[in-house]
């Protein structure tokens, strides 16, 4: 069975989003990304990653995989027949890793990252400079369409689900983009969404209790 090594409301909720949406049974393991211990058994997490970043998955030969992107990518690829992923020399294949890559990059790293870890002493107003700009790009998108890429859920719509949904607490209000606003809400309608935001969302007051 297929492991995933998460925090509530992490990133790794978009590999959450994607397992269920593939209806895929996994274990699921959950992090104290400050003390960097596993829930449960007190194991130092960096003992399954060294990066002691989420998300890790657990292959079922018990090799591990990282980053966002390349979990993504995987559990798409295990249920091919979903379209999760496009499917090797799809054009748009490429596609999907243009948008994870730059959601990740862009997005969850030049700005969600920073807002979160950092201390806002006046290191932060460069990424909040450029947030806007860069939003205005999936906004443009997804003005004339439903999903990121081609006419149906993909992984890349997990990822940008997850930033999207981070941005207010982050301090950023998305209605000044109303595409983006008419997205999540079709994204958060979806059921696997809606299931799996709700179980990370109790599961983070519980750590924080």
């Given amino acids: 069975m297929l492991q ?13 989003i994607a397992l269920m949406e593939a209806d895929l049974d996994a274990r699921y393991h959950l992090v ?13 997490f960096r003992g399954i990653s060294s990066k002691g970043a989420v998300p890790v998955l657990v292959l079922e030969n ?8 390349a979990v993504l990518q995987y559990i798409a690829d295990l249920k091919p027949e979903l379209g999760l992923a496009p499917r090797p020399g799809d054009p748009d ?26 201390k806002d002493d006046g290191s932060l107003a460069k990424p909040r400079a450029r947030i806007e700009q860069t939003l205005s790009v999936p906004s443009a998108h997804l003005a004339d369409r439903e999903f990121l890429v081609g006419n149906s859920f993909t992984v890349a719509d997990a990822h940008l ?6 941005l207010r607490p982050a301090g950023v209000d998305i209605a000044q983009w109303p595409s983006l606003v008419s997205y999540l809400a079709r994204m958060q309608s979806r059921p696997a969404v809606r299931d799996a935001i709700a179980t990370e969302t109790a599961l983070r007051k519980t750590l924080a209790a």
Avoid at 33 to 41: A, E, H, I, N, S
């Fill in 4 to 16: 995933l090594y998460f925090s509530p409301m992490a990133c790794s909720l978009a590999s959450r």
């Fill in 32 to 44: 104290h990304l400050l003390t960097k211990k596993v829930v449960g058994d007190d194991s130092d």
């Fill in 62 to 69: 018990g090799e591990r995989l990282t980053e966002c992107a």
């Fill in 93 to 118: 294949r490429y596609r999907l890793q243009e948008w994870l890559s730059f959601i990740g990059a862009e997005i969850h790293k030049a700005f969600l990252f920073p807002t979160f870890w950092y």
């Fill in 161 to 166: 689900t997850w930033v999207l949904l981070l």
